[in-house]
């Protein structure tokens, strides 16, 4: 099984501020790596996809990097629809999806 | 526009069985692959199953193999998860997931999510 982990766990940003969060896969998965947020009492939502792809309808505020086993996900000029938490999923490995434990962004 | 809604969650005791069911709408259901996602109260997200556009195959993580089912009913654009033998740690919100048609693994779309609770 890949083991995702990410950091921080939780950020504190003030708004209009940028924000950094990592994930990083226990072995290779190439970019195969998707970014979700989800907000309090919401589903996930699907940000990026092959690493660097935004999803439809997604700001271009939210940008992703990487490949291989280090992978970021930023979010320039954090709106307050933005504080929520993130999740890096691999979809490199199968059977057997894995996510990340997840980075709660809050206020500073 | 693209529904998942999800129904048939509630309180089960342990070793018993419970089937949800999720209604699809707004996209051609029989051309994709759907995965359901679980959530327990104040943790992450974990993946639990998916099944090929056409039922032929399915995949499950190691924690549920055995115990639950995953099927579709395309005639109906319907998914399902039959859960047996449930135990506490099945406690959680049931998510029904889309999975990209251009890249099998990342959910585009997801149902808002029904609650199961495993308790005596």
């Known amino acids: 099984e890949v083991v995702m982990t990410q950091s921080p766990a939780t950020l504190s940003v003030s708004p209009g501020v940028g924000a950094t969060l990592s994930c990083r896969a226990s072995?290779?998965?190439?970019?195969?790596l998707a970014w979700y947020q989800q907000r309090p009492g919401q589903a996930p939502r699907l940000l990026i996809y092959?690493?660097?792809t935004r999803a439809s309808g997604i700001p271009a505020r939210f940008s992703g990097s990487g490949s291989g086993t280090e992978f970021t996900l930023t979010i320039s000029g954090l709106q307050s629809e933005d504080f929520a938490v993130y999740y890096c999923?691999?979809?490199?490995?199968?059977?057997?999806?894995?996510f990340g434990q997840g980075t709660k962004v809050e206020v500073k | 526009e693209v529904q998942l809604v999800e129904s048939g969650g509630g309180l089960v005791q342990p070793g018993g069985s419970l089937r949800l069911s999720c209604a699809a709408s707004?996209?051609?259901?029989?051309?994709?692959?759907m995965s359901w996602v679980r959530q327990a109260p104040g943790k992450g997200l974990e993946w639990v199953a998916n099944?090929?556009?056409?039922?032929?195959?399915?995949n499950y993580v190691d924690s549920v193999r055995g115990r639950f089912i995953i099927s579709r009913d395309n005639a109906k654009n319907s998914l399902y998860l039959q859960l047996n033998n449930v135990r506490a740690e099945d406690t959680a919100v049931y998510y029904c997931?889309?999975?990209?048609?251009?890249?099998?693994?990342?959910?585009?779309?997801w149902g808002l999510g029904i609650l199961v609770t495993v308790s005596s």
């Open positions: 099944i090929k556009i056409d039922g032929s195959g399915e």
């Open positions: 999923q691999q979809y490199n490995n199968w059977p057997g999806w894995t």
């Open positions: 997931a889309r999975e990209m048609q251009t890249a099998a693994g990342p959910f585009d779309y």
């Open positions: 707004g996209f051609m259901f029989s051309r994709y692959w």
């Open positions: 072995q290779n998965i190439g970019s195969n």
């Open positions: 092959g690493a660097s």
